[in-house]
Nanobody, 125 residues
Framework: QVQLVESGGGLVQAGDSLRLSCAASGRAFRRYAMGWFCQAPGKEREFVAAIRWTGGNTYYADSVKGRFTISRDYAKNTMYLQMNSLKPEDTAVYYC??????????????????WGQGTQVTVSS
């Protein structure tokens, strides 16, 4: 059973920074890539960023390019999302996800087969 556990969310002011972490565990945990998605109240889940575990290719939503940075640590089986210059519109529950097999597109949540429980990020104006 694969487990993904997010941490690092919180309440911050506009312009502040947060770093989210996603720790992966479980036997035979294989991943082609991992990603971050977010869901605000009343809205559908949206792609934020993704990273290929081997090679480190990264993908970002236009709305976060230049502000967010995704990274991973092999030794710790952990993925990170550094969020800078946060805006009130970034307020959402952030979920990490893992794809065990190559995906056609990083932005489609259906390409991912494991999900965490989410961590709340709230940005006040």
């Amino acid at each position: 059973q694969v487990q993904l556990v997010e941490s690092g969310g919180g309440l911050v002011q506009a312009g502040d920074s947060l770093r989210l972490s996603c720790a992966a565990s479980g036997r035979a945990f294989r991943r082609y890539a991992m990603g971050w998605f977010c869901q605000a109240p009343g809205k559908e889940r949206e792609f934020v960023a993704a990273i290929r575990w081997t090679g480190g290719n990264t993908y970002y939503a236009d709305s976060v390019k230049g502000r967010f940075t995704i990274s991973r640590d092999y030794a710790k089986n952990t993925m990170y999302l550094q969020m800078n210059s946060l805006k009130p519109e970034d307020t959402a529950v952030y979920y990490c996800a893992a794809a065990a097999t190559p995906f056609r597109t990083a932005v489609d949540g259906n390409e991912y087969d494991s999900w965490g429980q989410g961590t709340q990020v709230t940005v006040s104006s």
